[in-house]
């Protein structure tokens, strides 16, 4: 197999449980060994490795983890519609989505439920936009929260689509949250941009930055990483 790649330059792929799933291999400078992790919907196998791994190591070490995948990608979540469904989640809740052509297009939150009217067919992506605007707006209140804590000004946020990180922070300080936070509930989402907002001031992993991080957030830091591990990959299965 890896021969066959080297010779026709075509990206290496790994067969799970009778599945073909791509092998996205990717170097890092600061890596030291291979990492390896299944995207959270399934779609590929992500490697990370130091610049002088050669790509057919890694495609080993994908075949020797081939149990271990093929268990992580029994756990994903299948794929739903939240219209057909009947709900949408929210902030760690099910909102019951109540759909009439007469009702306005624009979303009204009432309670437990979400009235929303227009095109039946055009329904589902604009459900999405509304949580991605419910999105933005409870992130940006976090971080008008968080950021004075950290004796930083409050930075500008984008949404991410990212299908492997859950946020990031630019060396412009520019903060990107995964929109799909906003379907957890709220101690998760605001675990993720504290994390975000220390990185305003260190850029790595430290001491000094979970210290200030256990400062910015005053939650359990270890509630809302075991929420993330055990029921993080959900949030992918509305929309695709």
């Known amino acids: 197999m890896i021969e066959w790649l080297r010779e026709t330059g075509r990206s290496p792929t790994i067969e799970l449980s009778g599945r073909i799933v791509p092998i996205d291999i990717r170097r ?15 779609s590929a196998v992500r490697i990370t490795l130091p610049r002088w791994c050669r790509t057919d190591e890694a495609v080993r070490f ?10 992580q990608l029994a756990k994903v979540p299948q794929a739903q519609d939240p ?7 929210h902030r760690g809740a099910e909102l019951v989505i ?10 009204a ?13 055009t329904l589902s992506s604009r459900l999405q936009r509304w949580l991605e605007g419910e999105a933005l707006a409870l992130m940006r209140a976090d971080l008008a929260e968080f950021a004075p804590r ?12 990212a299908q492997r990180r859950w946020g990031s922070c630019s060396s412009s300080g520019v903060v990107r949250i ?15 941009v504290a994390h ?3 990185h305003l001031v260190h850029f790595d992993h430290s001491p000094s930055f979970h210290a200030l991080l256990e400062t910015i957030y005053g939650g359990s830091l270890e509630e809302a990483d075991g929420w993330l591990r055990a029921r993080g990959r959900g949030l992918y299965a509305d929309f695709g």
């Not at 950290?150 to 930075?155: E, I, L, T």
């Open 150 to 161: 950290a004796h930083r000004d409050v930075p500008d946020i984008r949404l991410s689509r």
């Open 196 to 198: 975000e907002v220390a």
């Open 178 to 192: 995964n929109w799909r936070l906003v379907q957890a509930p709220d101690f998760v989402r605001r675990s993720v």
């Open 28 to 42: 890092h400078p600061r890596a030291t060994r291979l990492t390896l992790r299944l995207a959270p919907d399934g």
């Open 98 to 107: 109540d759909w009439r052509a007469d009702l306005p297009r624009k979303p």
């Open 62 to 71: 994908a075949a020797i983890r081939r149990k271990w995948l093929e268990t």
């Open 83 to 89: 219209v057909a469904r009947g709900t949408l989640r």
């Open 109 to 121: 939150h009432i309670g437990n439920v979400l009235r929303i009217g227009g095109p039946n067919e």
